[in-house]
């Protein structure tokens, strides 16, 4: 796999020994205090336990080599099991967490050891902390500058996306649990830790819904991020033996991309030259670009008056 790969890998490593352990000392807090945002913490600990090592399973998966059934790969499935973490993330989550908190504002209970419960969040602060600073330094790596919410909305790697999301969904439900058994000490009223509790499971579902939009559109199918497509299109307009692009589609397949290009080609010597000129084009794109698996080039020659141009993602045949 490419080295934005194994990045990702680096990271969901990161968060999976820190959920590892945070989860552990949650779910001991959430015994000895009685505390149910505690345990709603412990549940999304261990959520996201499952959710890294269905990431893994993903990265393993899209390695498998192209079959006659698959004959792109199975780059893809790494979409698969990120839809499955940010469904696991809204229902075993954001879901249980809500349900939960209702349950404790219909039945509330007073938290024993409320300062194990708060050594225990701040302890969980430091490893989310450390989990998101892995992730955040891989991102940096290849945002070429972007910020965080632009990098977020344009990325093609779910798996680091789902990491990101995940551990700043943590960090701000253990502000929030935080806040609620701090409350709930203060003022003597459990109902702190039931509403924190709840608002705990509503972060965590909305972090969920924004996971999911972005996956969803690439298992649509989207195409390689706007800069790298803008930038391999300049790359071929630029090459002498191309007149023009009459038409360029690409498509992200997992780490891989495939493109497919319509260019209006100037005249060559032979039929013989201007196939070497479609394979010295082709050979520079995945020279630069690694990531381009397939390429998919049709000449074409320039209109002649009363022709129409096809309609766009349309080849000729």
Known sequence: MSSHSDGSTKAIFYALGANGGIALAKFAASLLTGSGAMLAEAI?????CTNQIFLLIGLKEAKKPADQSHPMGYARVVYFWAMMVALLLFFVGGAFSVMEGIEHLKHPQAISNPWVALGVLGVSVLLEAFSLYGAMTEIRKIANGK?????????????LMVVAGEDIAA?????????????TVVTGNPLWDACGTIAVGVLLMIVAVMVIREVKAMVTGESAAPEVHAAIKQHIEAHPAVDSIRNMISMQWGEQVMIAVQAVMRPQPSDVALVDAINLIEAGIQAKWPQVRWCFFEPDHALSEGDEPQPAGIAKA
């Open 147 to 159: 910020s965080f919410m632009q990098w977020f909305r344009e990325t093609r790697q779910s798996e």
């Open 44 to 48: 999304h600990s261990l959520a996201d």
């Open 171 to 183: 960090l701000a439900g253990l502000a929030l649990a935080f806040l609620a058994v701090v409350m």
